[in-house]
């Protein structure tokens, strides 16, 4: 998977068991992700969710 903008990563969780999204926890609601900041908007943030346990490399 590859950024859908120029960005700086924020956040980042992969250690999260695999779930469907209708079966989010609200402490979990994104499951494993990434979360970018992306550089040519300040205010625009995209999270990148529902990614597979420890398939995130950055």
Do not use: H, Q, W
């Not at 079966?23 to 943030?45: F, H, M, Q, R, W």
């Amino acid at each position: 998977m590859y950024s859908p903008c120029d960005a700086k990563v924020i956040e980042v969780e992969s250690t999260l068991p695999d779930f469907i999204p209708r079966e989010a926890t609200k402490k979990d609601p994104l499951g494993n992700y990434v979360g970018l900041s992306c550089k040519n908007d300040n205010d625009t943030i995209v999270y990148l969710a529902y990614l597979s346990k420890n398939s995130v490399l950055v």
